[in-house]
């Protein structure tokens, strides 16, 4: 038995260059009051990842001078409360080094006096004169630490990390959100074919009017992560809240929705969940998209979605990663040379939402006769088209076509197509 492959079209992305580095530092990791590491040498266009453990740190710019107090103009992360001492917030900041000048940092946090403990950081410190050691040495003796007074992250970003549709499940991982304005969310798409869309608190599963709302549109992927993203900033401090508007299972009824700073009391997450399940299908979404965010793929942007009228993408596609192909055996009988038709045929074909195969037996049309002489190797093709397994199966929803070949000593005149 072999087969063929189908192939799919290729779009190929330009390789980004990469001049600038990249650098990743803990803080508070394990439960120490420290940045790991503390100091860092890097050049003009370098970016610096903070990535938060438990309590709750801030990344502050300062002044050498004044190690526990915020420079005017300098950047802040915000505050961000986490619970695991060894496994990092989804929350992050980066900051990009603008120039060769020393960059003096401090966490900011007075309940137990991070800054004054030693929890100060560098980068680009002076081996001489203004040492990380001796600011560290004035760290210890400065007076009580302030933060800039609006809480708010400034001078750098502040993202926060959402999975959408891990392991398959039709969730989003936080779904209750809560996060400073000017946070960046960034939502990264799982296997299968998902939206985030921005919807209201009384009809959970339908855009806000008039596209003014966010929406992801549709993004379909077999990869896990997929490298898609769908990034919104928060503006203000409303509650927010969104839904996967794919109707092909009803993913919002199924209680694929989250809130960004939900009331803790009232119009709560629960309550939200509460009526998605009971909101009439079809969710709907913008006929247009990306709205009110952007999409990236493998840190591409897609400006435009060309796609099933403008709202829907394939990241497989724009990847150019080409689905398993579709494998076809069969059991073919009663025996050859009997002249009577053909039974039974198995295919084996791609579960496309995650490229797990699922096999199907197919039972014929008496097609299939026996009619003369000569060798022949029957081949048989199946294809398969968007909506296959609707209903048992909803994640199945590409299209395409393969072919399998039985070898064998069969006689035959004609062996058509054979489902
Ligand atoms: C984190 O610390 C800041 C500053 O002390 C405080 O305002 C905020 O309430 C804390 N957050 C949590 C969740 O404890
Ligand atoms: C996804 O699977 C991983 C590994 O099997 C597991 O650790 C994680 O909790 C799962 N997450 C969800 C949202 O199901
Ligand atoms: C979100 O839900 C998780 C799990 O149910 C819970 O542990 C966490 O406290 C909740 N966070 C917020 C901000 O409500
Ligand atoms: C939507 O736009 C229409 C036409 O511009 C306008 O009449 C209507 O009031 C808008 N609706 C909302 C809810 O903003
Ligand atoms: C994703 O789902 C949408 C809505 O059901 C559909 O129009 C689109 O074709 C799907 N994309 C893929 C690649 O299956």
């Given amino acids: 038995m072999g087969f063929l492959g189908r192939t799919t079209a290729a779009l190929s992305l330009l390789a980004s260059i990469a001049a600038a580095k990249h650098y990743d530092v803990t803080v508070g990791k394990n439960g120490q009051l420290r940045f790991d590491p503390e100091t860092l040498v890097a050049e003009i266009g370098d970016t610096i990842t903070y990535n938060y453990f438990a309590r709750n740190h801030s990344v502050t710019q300062s002044s050498f001078e004044k190690p526990c107090q915020p420079e005017a103009g300098g950047f802040f992360s915000g505050f961000v409360p986490t619970e695991s001492p060894d496994v990092a917030s989804r929350t992050t900041f980066t900051i990009t080094v603008k120039d060769s000048k020393p960059i003096w940092v401090y966490c900011s946090q007075t309940n137990g006096n991070h800054c004054q403990s030693g929890m100060v950081h560098a980068i680009n410190a002076p081996s001489q004169g203004n040492t990380f050691a001796k600011f560290k040495d004035l760290a210890a003796i400065a007076p009580t630490s302030t933060s800039p007074p609006d809480g708010l992250p400034v001078g750098g970003i502040r993202k926060l990390h959402v999975d959408v549709g891990l392991n398959g499940t039709l969730t989003y991982s936080p779904n209750n959100i809560t996060e400073l304005p000017r946070t960046?969310?960034?939502?990264?798409?799982?296997?299968?074919?998902?939206?985030?869309?921005?919807?209201?608190?009384?009809?959970?599963?339908?855009?806000?009017?008039?596209?003014?709302?966010?929406?992801?549109?549709?993004?379909?992927?077999?990869?896990?992560?997929?490298?898609?993203?769908?990034?919104?900033?928060?503006?203000?401090?409303?509650?927010?809240?969104?839904?996967?508007?794919?109707?092909?299972?009803?993913?919002?009824?199924?209680?694929?929705?989250?809130?960004?700073?939900?009331?803790?009391?009232?119009?709560?997450?629960?309550?939200?969940?509460?009526?998605?399940?009971?909101?009439?299908?079809?969710?709907?979404?913008?006929?247009?998209?990306?709205?009110?965010?952007?999409?990236?793929?493998?840190?591409?942007?897609?400006?435009?979605?060309?796609?099933?009228?403008?709202?829907?993408?394939?990241?497989?596609?724009?990847?150019?990663?080409?689905?398993?192909?579709?494998?076809?055996?069969?059991?073919?009988?009663?025996?050859?040379?009997?002249?009577?038709?053909?039974?039974?045929?198995?295919?084996?074909?791609?579960?496309?939402?995650?490229?797990?195969?699922?096999?199907?037996?197919?039972?014929?049309?008496?097609?299939?006769?026996?009619?003369?002489?000569?060798?022949?190797?029957?081949?048989?093709?199946?294809?398969?088209?968007?909506?296959?397994?609707?209903?048992?199966?909803?994640?199945?929803?590409?299209?395409?076509?393969?072919?399998?070949?039985?070898?064998?000593?069969?006689?035959?005149?004609?062996?058509?197509?054979?489902?």
């Fill in 184 to 419: 960046v969310v960034s939502f990264s798409f799982n296997p299968r074919n998902h939206t985030v869309t921005q919807s209201s608190f009384d009809k959970p599963c339908f855009p806000l009017p008039n596209n003014s709302g966010f929406s992801s549109g549709f993004i379909a992927t077999t990869q896990s992560p997929s490298g898609a993203t769908f990034e919104i900033v928060i503006p203000d401090t409303k509650p927010i809240w969104f839904y996967c508007g794919q109707v092909n299972g009803n993913h919002c009824q199924a209680g694929m929705v989250g809130s960004i700073n939900a009331p803790v009391v009232g119009n709560t997450l629960e309550a939200f969940i509460a009526k998605a399940k009971v909101a009439p299908p079809p969710s709907v979404i913008p006929p247009i998209a990306p709205l009110g965010g952007k999409v990236f793929v493998k840190g591409k942007e897609i400006l435009k979605f060309n796609l099933n009228g403008g709202n829907a993408i394939d990241v497989d596609q724009i990847l150019g990663i080409a689905p398993p192909p579709v494998t076809v055996s069969g059991t073919i009988y009663p025996p050859m040379g009997t002249g009577k038709p053909s039974t039974l045929v198995t295919v084996t074909r791609p579960n496309t939402a995650t490229y797990t195969t699922k096999t199907e037996t197919v039972t014929t049309k008496p097609y299939y006769t026996y009619g003369g002489e000569g060798e022949y190797k029957p081949t048989a093709t199946a294809t398969y088209s968007k909506g296959w397994g609707k209903g048992g199966d909803e994640a199945c929803d590409e299209e395409g076509s393969g072919s399998g070949e039985w070898s064998g000593e069969w006689k035959s005149k004609s062996w058509e197509k054979g489902y």
